[in-house]
């Protein structure tokens, strides 16, 4: 069965500091989604990352797959408070999409 | 382009009556998926289509049906609504000739079965 497992599932971070949200999945999929959901709202789609040492930057993130491994890694640079959301990785395998349970990020000043 | 649209926005319905959530999409994408989220969860896929006329099960879908007539549109039926249904749902498309299978999701339909 395939299974996508998101670490952590709660982070609190102040503003300027770093950190990583990690995500682990079981199936032999090169597909990998993240997604951004702010609070009452739609998901927004951050990154798609499609083959072994894919790397993606867009501001402050940054993803990246190792699919030997079956990791994906959301790496948040310098926080900002605009960054405070719930972030989700996905796994696609034959159309069966299955998400992980989701990070929820809060940076404070 | 609207992208992806869902009505409701809101509902409540009592145990037991029945409803369809409608979802559209106007970017001609031929895939089309719902997902339920429960509240502090990941989303969860329902149903899915790959065009008109072609639907499959997802990981929860009992509870539930759906259609696909046109490539546009893909309701969501509840039959027998039950409090284990209360959540929000939301309608996702792409489209299948890009590599990546990006999904663009709705704005969801929040349900509260009392």
């Known amino acids: 069965e395939l299974k996508v497992e998101q670490n952590p599932l709660f982070l609190s971070m102040q503003e300027g500091k770093n950190y990583t949200i990690y995500c682990n999945y079981s199936?032999?999929?090169?597909?990998l989604y993240w997604y951004r959901q702010d609070p009452g709202k739609s998901l927004e789609s951050l990154f798609v990352l499609l083959s072994n040492g894919a790397v993606k930057q867009e501001g402050r993130l940054m993803a990246s797959l190792d699919t030997k491994a079956r990791l994906s890694t959301l790496h948040i640079t310098a926080a900002v408070h605009d960054l405070s959301a719930t972030y989700f990785c996905?796994?696609?395998?034959?159309?069966?999409?299955?998400f992980g349970a989701g990070t929820r990020l809060t940076v404070k000043p | 382009n609207a992208g992806v649209t869902q009505t409701p926005k809101f509902r409540i319905l009592k145990i037991g009556q029945s409803m369809t959530l409608q979802c559209a999409q106007d970017?001609?994408?031929?895939?089309m998926y719902w997902y339920r989220q429960d509240p502090g969860m990941g989303l969860k896929l329902i149903y899915y289509s790959v065009g008109a006329g072609i639907t499959d099960k997802g990981e929860v879908p009992n509870g539930y049906n759906v259609s696909r007539s046109t490539t546009e549109d893909f309701p969501l039926r509840l039959e027998l609504a039950a409090p284990s249904q209360t959540s929000v749902y939301f309608c996702?498309?792409?489209?299948?000739?890009?590599?990546?299978?990006?999904?663009?999701f709705g704005p969801g339909t929040r349900l509260t079965v009392l």
């Open positions: 996905a796994v696609d395998e034959n159309n069966d999409m299955r």
């Open positions: 199936t032999t999929s090169d597909r």
């Open positions: 970017m001609n994408h031929n895939y």
């Open positions: 996702a498309s792409s489209f299948p000739g890009q590599e990546n299978n990006e999904q663009f």
